[in-house]
């Protein structure tokens, strides 16, 4: 299986629940992002992880916690959500490079995990 | 800080006709511009990007974009619309963050195909 991949795609909790989303990538990048989508609003970053390391995160609330135990697997773990957290939330990797163009990266994006939250 | 600005929250075109989507971008460098599409219940994928040289650059699907650095757009066209491409168009410039990249996007325009 190439590219990145996404699990589960739909997801519903309840407020009190404790779920975990995934996020695998099969393209040898060692960058990787969770981004959330919702509705009438630009994507929003809230994490991103370089070789394993968070390298930014922003401003996220505590009840997303991201966990990347290697370069090919990032989890967004998730706790007494609110009902406004229901969204789109996107992975994305990509190779990171020198600091001079590491903004030129393409980042490949997953097919995204829907979460509703009650 | 960087920013992205898609002022046609909507467009509704009649397959084969042309398209022009807006983009207009704020960076303080030279910006690393992309164009993405994301369809119904899918991933965002990428269109175009461009990165320097040739100011009309090439993508996917018979799409082009031109930068603009006088205006700060870099605006996607194609000549003749098909139905298949009704989805959600994204523009986004890329900037960094510790050693990897970032995208910041628009609020993307919703595209219509009439038959």
């Known amino acids: 299986e190439t590219g990145v991949t996404q699990t589960p795609r739909h997801l519903v909790m309840g407020m009190t629940n404790k779920k975990s989303l995934k996020c695998e990538q099969h393209l040898g990048h060692n960058a990787m992002y969770w981004y959330k989508q919702s509705a009438k609003k630009p994507l929003e970053l809230m994490f991103v992880?370089?070789?394993?390391?968070?390298?930014e995160n922003n401003s996220v609330p505590s009840r997303f916690s991201p966990e990347c135990p290697n370069s090919s697997h990032l989890f967004l773990h998730l706790h007494t959500l609110q009902p406004e957290d229901s969204a789109l939330y996107l992975c994305a990797s990509s190779h990171p490079q020198g600091a001079k163009t590491s903004g030129a990266n393409v980042l490949t994006f997953g097919a995204g995990s829907r979460l509703t939250v009650l | 800080a960087q920013s992205v600005t898609q002022p046609d929250i909507h467009i509704t075109v009649s397959e084969g006709a042309s398209l022009e989507l807006r983009c207009n971008y704020s960076y303080g460098a030279t910006p690393y511009l992309f164009w993405y599409v994301q369809s119904p219940g899918q991933g965002l994928q990428l269109l175009l990007k461009?990165?320097?040289?040739?100011?009309l650059v090439q993508g996917i699907k018979g799409f082009e974009a031109e930068f603009k650095r006088s205006q700060s757009s870099f605006n996607l066209r194609k000549p003749s619309v098909h139905w298949s491409d009704a989805a959600e168009y994204f523009c986004a410039v890329g900037g960094m963050t510790g050693t990897a990249s970032k995208l910041t996007f628009g609020t993307g325009t919703r595209l219509q195909v009439t038959l």
């Open positions: 992880y370089s070789l394993e390391e968070r390298v």
């Open positions: 461009y990165f320097s040289g040739d100011t």
